[in-house]
Nanobody, 126 residues
């Protein structure tokens, strides 16, 4: 069974950067589309970014386009989210999620994913 563990969260000032990591174990990531979600207090979990298992295609929420970059390293069984120019509204718990050979059609819907990490906290504040 695939297990995912996020790391790299922390507290930064607006304009700062963080790089989140998602380490997989129990199974190879090769066949899983990977997405990053975030959830702020009192808000629903929202899709931030997605990367395909097959062709490397990516998607981003409009709110993070041009600032965040998703990537994966199948050889290391890991995925990453590089977050630049962070804003206070980017604060929340960030989760990585895996979807077996998942397509992009509903990438931002949490119900598409069978495997989730425990989350890593990101706080952007001055």
């Amino acid at each position: 069974q695939l297990q995912l563990v996020e790391s790299g969260g922390g507290s930064v000032h607006p304009g700062g950067s963080l790089r989140l990591s998602c380490a997989a174990s129990g199974y190879t990531l090769d066949y899983y589309a990977i997405a990053w979600f975030r959830q702020a207090p009192g808000k629903e979990r929202e899709g931030v970014s997605w990367v395909s298992a097959t062709d490397g295609s990516t998607y981003y929420a409009d709110s993070v386009k041009g600032r965040f970059t998703i990537s994966r390293d199948n050889a290391r069984n890991m995925a990453f989210l590089q977050m630049n120019n962070l804003k206070p509204e980017d604060s929340g718990v960030y989760y990585c999620a895996g979807d077996w050979l998942g397509g992009s059609r509903n990438w931002g819907s949490p119900s598409e994913y069978d495997y989730w990490g425990q989350g890593t906290q990101v706080v952007v504040s001055s």
